[in-house]
């Protein structure tokens, strides 16, 4: 795996707290729009993913995986990025290598252990040891086991594990959008958690992960915009079109919901653990930035 070193804007960096407006670096934009273009030339893979999500035992159990993995971050003190990048991994590996029927549902269970596993060896300065991730009802497997589902993911994936997130665009957008408040931190921390909201969707895979950072980010400004604002907001952002609006905008209206329905329960426990990941990143040393493929 590659292990080259960088990290990702942190809401830290990158607010100016002295005019209300979030704001980042020129080389921080720079790196962001790069990775921007570069994802907008990947290839969809929804059709696929939808699918899956036509069967009618899939989407309860990817809830549950995506339940487990946001457990577990908090346990282990494990950044957003981190816990989304591993739902990533897993709907990414699921339209590669289909499960076909309910009997093997079980695989989504080891493939959660596999898939957090390998994000936090891949973006953590301390990945806890495999050992730690077993023992939960469900969750009961051979070492061994998960190892060889590690394996096979990384070759079906083609060892491809640098993988853009929503976090890594969150900042980028709140300084893009020139929004406007009170307290920048807070409109970060938000916008994050509705990020985190959006991993137990089924259709987020269908959403790049800068669709799912942009609406994040103006859904926890104003949850009431039109959509003429809403395309008036995107209308700076390079490399974007047609289809990267249309599907902000759905994503928007997907958070306006949440927000009317209150934050799933699933989420309300971590965002208590917003202040382990500042801490966290003192105590445990400086995130990388990523190559993304």
């Known amino acids: 795996m590659d292990s080259e070193d ?3 804007v942190t809401e830290h960096e990158a607010i ?20 921007l273009q570069t994802e907008t030339s990947l290839r969809s893979e929804a059709d696929t993913n939808s699918v899956l999500a036509d069967m009618w035992w899939f989407e309860s159990e990817r809830k549950d995986s995506i339940k487990w993995i946001l ?19 897993l709907d990414r590996f699921l339209t590669r290598f289909q499960i076909h029927d309910a009997k093997q549902r079980v695989v989504l ?17 301390e990945a806890m040891p495999l050992g730690e991730y077993v023992g939960e009802e469900k969750y009961l497997f051979h070492l061994n086991s998960i190892k060889k589902v590690e394996l096979i993911f990384l070759e079906t994936l083609e060892w ?5 997130t929503p976090f890594t665009f969150v900042t980028y957008f709140a300084a893009k959008f020139s929004v406007e408040c009170r307290d920048p931190q807070d409109l970060i921390r938000k916008a994050n958690h509705l990020v985190l909201s959006m991993m137990e969707d089924t259709d987020v895979a269908k959403h790049r992960p800068s669709v799912v950072a942009a609406a994040a980010v103006l859904a926890a400004h104003d949850k009431h915009l039109s959509r003429e604002a809403l395309g008036s907001k995107m ?17 928007y209206s997907r958070m306006q919901g949440i927000l009317e329905l209150g934050t799933p329960e699933s989420v309300v426990s971590h965002n ?6 500042d801490s966290a990143s003192t105590s445990r040393g400086t995130k990388r930035r990523l190559q993304f493929d």
Not at 160 to 164: P, S
């Open 71 to 89: 457990r577990k971050r908090v346990e282990f003190e494990y950044s957003e990025h981190t816990a989304y990048l591993s739902a990533l991994y």
């Open 272 to 277: 208590v653990a917003t202040a382990v990941d």
């Open 235 to 251: 209308d700076g952002i390079p490399f974007w079109g047609g289809v990267e609006k249309e599907s902000t905008v759905s994503c």
């Open 160 to 164: 491809r594990m640098r993988i853009a």
């Open 6 to 8: 960088n990290s990702v």
């Open 109 to 125: 269970r080891i493939l959660s252990i596999a898939c957090l596993s390998l994000a936090a060896k891949t973006e953590e300065i």
């Open 16 to 35: 100016d707290e002295d005019d209300g407006f979030c704001s980042i670096s020129d080389s921080d934009r720079q790196y962001i729009e790069t990775v």
